[in-house]
């Protein structure tokens, strides 16, 4: 089915419960920008959000693949994580850097931990074939900017 088929249906309902929208294009986008902007939300919903409004197909947590990835393009070979900053130690940012100011030896260790089983895994996708993208939680504003990463490297070929 083409998407214009797909859309058609639709534009009729939302032309008959609120006639004040005057395009469907317009109410489509500021829906998405809604969504995407909506207070209260992981970075990961936030993620998944962005790629349902993009109409792309993936499978969540696939555990079939190394490190159990937040998004799976199988078809495409290619994963997307999505990474809060202070847990996965973002090197370029301030919250990657932050540490907590008691129980330091037991955070460093942890978060240490974190970090190497993050390289880990890529290496071990890599091997395997799969392409990846890493999305840092202090990435996600714009969601437009991130939209354009997720489009490039979903068209890119072969791997990282
Ligand atoms: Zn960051």
Partial sequence: MSDNQTDAPLFDIIMVCSPAMDTLTRAQRSERMRLVKSRGTTPELLVKRL????RLKFNTHDASVPGSPDFVFRRQGKVIFVHGCFWHRHASCHNGRR?????LD?????LDKNRRRDLRILRQLNRLGWSYLVIWECQL?????????IRVFLKKRGTN
């Fill in 106 to 110: 037991f955070w460093k260790i942890k």
């Fill in 141 to 149: 504003n714009p969601p437009e900017r991130i939209e354009k990463r």
């Fill in 99 to 103: 540490l907590p100011k008691s129980r």
């Fill in 51 to 54: 790629l349902k409004s993009m």
